[in-house]
């Protein structure tokens, strides 16, 4: 594997492009955020890498929990960006316009359920999984992406509202393949980082907000299926947390490990 050039992964004060980012492809592997962990942990890349998987045996959600693909017939991509975690702590709001910036293309009509979810008529059509960590080389966070291309049975996701993909808005000829809808993202993603570093956060959250799935509807926070609170969705704050108005007030929700889910 060779090693990327340390003027694209030496920061991100000037905008990286598609030409900056190393692609791997892969037949299989347990999970490409763990793929791409290891070679940055054990040196084996440095810099700007994406990716992509054609199936995973072990793909991750948050928390710990399962990502679910059939080989072929999703996006498995995962991006190494030369970044600490507090650098960009709405990282994963942005990587969720970016996506959805780029579904609208083929006019797939995505929304953004907070922190991490990209759903489309109120199903789950894919996610985010961003983590960070140090390695010999300084600070990296990888970006997961997960995307039903076709269809998906998995009856549980969102509380029982199930999966969507892309297969229920295109059909099969017009169907982007992974690689091609990995890069894509990637550029949205890159492009979307830049713009936060030039303008700041605000054209991302009013984006976000724009696409928020539950904004003032009656939702509750849980905490592993408990049920913390309840109340009205209000959309985001200028920290990216969620604001939810219960009967004691406003309270704020920051990302952790709690969810977001639609009051029954
Ligand atoms: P949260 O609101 O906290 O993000 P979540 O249920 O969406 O909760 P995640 O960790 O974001 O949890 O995503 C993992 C969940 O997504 C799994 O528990 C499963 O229900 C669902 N899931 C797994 N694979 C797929 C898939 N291919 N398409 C849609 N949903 C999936
Ligand atoms: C979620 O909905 O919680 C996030 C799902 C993220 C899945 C992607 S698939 C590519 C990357 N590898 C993983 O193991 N997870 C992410």
New binding site residues.
């Given amino acids: 594997m060779s090693k990327i050039s340390q003027q694209a992964r030496s920061d991100l004060h000037s905008m990286l492009t598609q030409a900056d980012v190393h692609w791997i492809e892969l037949d299989s592997v347990d999970s490409t955020n763990d793929y791409l962990a290891r070679a940055y942990q054990q040196g084996r890349i440095s810099g700007p890498a994406a990716v992509v998987a054609h199936m995973q045996t072990a793909?991750r959600?948050?928390?710990g929990?399962?990502?679910?693909?059939q080989p072929g017939a999703?996006l498995c991509l995962s991006l190494g960006l030369p970044l600490a975690g507090q650098q960009m702590p709405y990282l994963p709001l942005c990587v969720g316009v970016a996506v959805a910036q780029v579904l609208e293309q083929w006019r797939v009509p995505v929304q953004l359920?907070w922190?991490?979810?990209l759903l489309a008529d109120q199903r789950?059509?894919?996610?985010v999984l961003c983590e960070s960590f140090l390695t010999g080389q300084g600070a990296v966070t990888v970006v997961g992406v997960?995307l039903?291309i076709h269809a998906?049975d998995?009856p549980?996701?969102?509380s029982g509202r199930g999966?969507a993909s892309l297969s229920n808005y295109l059909s099969t000829p017009d169907l982007p393949s992974p690689r091609e809808v990995a890069e894509a993202v990637v550029s949205s993603v890159l492009a979307r980082i830049d713009a936060a570093r030039v303008q700041g956060i605000d054209a991302i959250f009013t984006e976000f907000t724009q696409r928020d799935a539950w904004l003032h509807s009656q939702v509750q926070v849980e905490d592993q299926g408990a049920v913390c609170f309840a109340g009205e969705a209000m959309g985001i704050d200028r920290q990216g947390s969620y604001l939810v108005n219960t009967d004691q007030g406003l309270r704020a929700v920051h990302a952790g490990?709690?969810?977001?889910?639609a009051r029954p």
């Fill in positions: 793909g959600g948050r928390a929990r399962q990502w679910l693909a999703g359920k922190p991490n979810d789950k059509l894919g996610g997960g039903n998906i998995v549980e996701a969102l999966a490990d709690l969810s977001l889910r």
